[in-house]
């Protein structure tokens, strides 16, 4: 059966006018942008184009920008880096119970380091509720981490609210934007972001690249030390390859962004409907209003994680669960044990659908047939 | 029949060397294999890595080599509840349980066997060392043709409609023409350590281990006769015929555990090895599986009472309540209440039950426990 890809937000192809200005840069711009030569000023001029383009791209100045090696990465350099440089400021950092383990593992090392950190809930509709968040602000509260969309569910969390009730406090204000860059307008200023993460493999870029944007004056520490790169942040010799790819990346979906949105928002649909037509018992995790158009997380009662990607698999659909699968042991998703409590089976039944270049119409109805099939087979079993 | 490219099947993977062979002698076959790893017990190193990683690792290699597909599954609270509870179930009743034979019956050829099913496997397959032979319409399940490895001890249990689906694709070969095969082919795990225990104790200590689960209570250690010989650390860790671990020195035989007095939490010991107390002439089996047919007159076959122990012949006769006598032709030392008894006419395993009783002289021999 023809394998149909379904994992977006895990990894988009990469798309072919990527690769189109990434081979002949690996083929002929080989310099080291430090350099003060002919070939190092090359590719420092490819490099000065590209945070060009990725400052645009989310209304910022070109400095702000600073280049990792990915999400994971920005996030680390965020949380870490004004954690250590802020903590005569205060000792207090304000996260969500559902960012991503780059953020939740990060926080949960700066509790090690002597950093307070409150973990906020979420509501059933997968949002925080910013009333909790103004509750638990203190003097001491240096940082505020809050990812834009969830990885898991899709859910839009209200940044721009926080952003607001942040402007006149002290604490810096993070959103790690992986899942919402290219399927929603960013604008650090209308956001009101100190620091925010992206990623270039999300967005049809290469993987090995991000960056973090970190606004003129915020007081943040490096992680590595080296040479003067990246302005000391992020030192070691750039990525230009990545970096171009990455550059061209955010260029296509700059301009293709309402385009793609609206046909991700037509298989969503398409894909909902289907299972609707072949009377699948499901139940969507979250409020779909609230969500991007890339992204749905379904449950399916009676079945489990397990059972359900492996059947996938077998039969060509590629998806995810946010249930960590290693070597046979089902960790529960923590975001939906956020939402719905870690009793509720959700945390084992649920799948992330989630769409993109890969896809077209005729792709989503084979694919959701399929998964009605084998959902309808699963619970049929389990029943006898 | 279908095709074999159109024919699923299901290896059981354990990433250990009889399994990948397994998964490569079906794939070279021309099958539509999908390797799959079980988790059956939750266990983390003094590192906080848990153990099943490694093993699923080689499972990964292999299944990439072989390209096949590789998932994983978990029955840990299908292990918990049908086999570990047994196990403990058993140690407190004073037996010594096969929670291997339980395994077989309850997870790998039920639970992980429905798995397979549930994704549209025709058959799941292991590395186990035994037969399947199908005359006419049955099936029949032979000893694998190495004897030192044949397993059909642990797979006493094994029904006729579970055989019909299942393969072993080692039974006719010998453990060392899998491993060449394996290192012939170049296999992740061709030169890795068989597994050796039991698989949830593995390597460590045993005592150790049932001790977190089961509280030990010290005891007298007494003969037949009354006659104190020190004290013992608790009857679990004791099995009919022992000689390890009994400290007790002096002149003369060795000393040997000959049974086990669970209400006065006393542990009888003789002195030698073949001490009389030790010999039984039959036994009364419960649980019985027959393969083929159920036992309905007496018959005369070839038993085992331990794992690679060589066949003794004996006369099973169906009693009441489905049990059966076996009578022994000849005298038979240390047979253990809990362990299984599995028979077999020839190369075929008839089927086989749960030691229940022990009998001397047709009568109960109570002190084995």
Redo the contacts between chains.
Sequence with gaps: MEPIYLDHASTTPVHPEVVKVMIPLLEEVYGNPSSIHHFGRKARHILDESRKVAALSIGAQEKSITFTSGGTEADNLALIGIAQANKHRGNHIITTTIEHHATLHTAEFLEKQGFRVTYLPVLENGQINVSDLKAELTDETILVSVMAVNNETGTIQPIEEIGAILADHRAYFHSDAVQAYGLLPLDVDELGVDLLTVSSHKINGPKGVGFLYIRDKVVIDSLQFGGQQERKRRPGTENVAGIVGFKKAIELVDKEREQRVNSYQSYKQLFIETLEKDKVDFKINGDITKSVAAIVNISFPGTNV??L???F??SGIAASSGSA??????EPSHVLSAMYGSENPRTINSIRFSFGLANSEDDIIDAAKRVSMIVK??VN?IDK | MKDKKDTRVVVGMSGGVDSSVTALLLKQQGYDV?G????NW?DTDENGV?T??E???DVVRVCNQLDI?Y????FEKQYWDKVFTYFLDEYKAGRTPNPDVMCNKEIKFKAFL??AL???ADYLATGHYAQVRKVNDKYEMLRGVDDNKDQTYFLNQLSQSVLSKVMFPLGHLPKKEVRKIASENNLATANKKDSTGICFIGERNFKEFLSEYLPAQPGKMTTLTGVEQGKHEGLMYYTIGQRQGLGIGGAGDPWFVVGKNLKENVLYVEQSFHNDHLYSDALIATDLNWINEPLEKTIDCTAKFRYRQSDSKVTVTPIEDGKVKVTFHQAERAITPGQAVVFYQGEVCLGGGTIDEIIKNEKPLDYVG
Aim: charged share 20%; proline share 3%.
């Design positions: 397990e059972s990607l492996t059947n698999d077998l699968c290693t070597a046979g042991s089902v087979r699963l079993q | 999908v799959i790893f079980m988790k939750d848990c099943a990683t093993d699923f690792d597909p998932y994983a599954v978990n429905d798995h549930s994704l549209g």
